[in-house]
């Protein structure tokens, strides 16, 4: 099931921070091994139409044929064979000029946005006996012990686990920071590069044809 409350359980075999393709995969894929899982997700319900922390993200958008095979295999057929663009190839276009273009093959492959595919694989997740909990933030503060806290105000509470996967991405903050240091951002790194989601004016003349994904390429880095 599905829940935006809190857990009745304050033991668990196994805890999922991150409701993301990577944690919902693993918890589903626990939860069809007959083991108890509670996955943890900070995304979750704001009111009518509206969602917490988001879920548009930069990257991730595509799936390719492994990875959707993958998801069948791990019972989430119903969850992605609905959604997104099927993909046939993609243009990789240099912004030096005379070079032409390469075309790779893409076939099997989908694009479909992360604010859809999300919360079907959780659904997914939950239909094959995995607890999911929406709109908390989780961290473990002890090994073993994770606290959990409704993103939209509320009392904390605890849950132990013999087993915490850490799946909330590069940004995480489900593991706590190492004693005495400081944890880095990647953007601290030097040679970093960053990822900016946004929406441009694009001619209609230069649209894509149906299932070709296109990407700019440039010394610096790409847009697609």
Known sequence: ???????????????????????????????????????????????????????????????????????????????????????????????????????????????????????????????????VLEGVSATVIERGLVEVRPIGGGAAWHCRADVILACDGLGGRGLPRREGRRPRRRADLPGSRIGIGTIIDWPADADPPPGELLMLAGDRGYLG
């Open 1 to 131: 099931m599905i829940d935006h409350t809190s857990s009745d359980t304050a033991m668990w075999p196994a805890v999922v921070i991150g409701g993301g393709p990577a944690g919902a995969a693993a918890a589903a894929a626990i939860a069809r091994a007959g083991g108890d899982v509670l996955l943890l997700e900070r995304d979750g319900p704001a009111g009518p139409g509206r969602r917490t922390g988001g879920g548009g993200k930069v990257c991730g958008g595509c799936l390719n044929a492994a990875a959707l095979d993958e998801l069948v295999r791990l019972g989430m057929e119903a969850a992605v064979r609905t959604l997104g663009v099927p993909l046939s190839r993609v243009r990789v276009r240099s912004r030096e000029r005379g070079r032409g273009d390469a075309v790779l093959p893409l076939a099997g492959s989908v694009a479909v946005g992360r604010d859809e595919l999300d919360p079907r694989l959780r659904e997914a997740a939950a239909a094959a006996g995995a607890r």
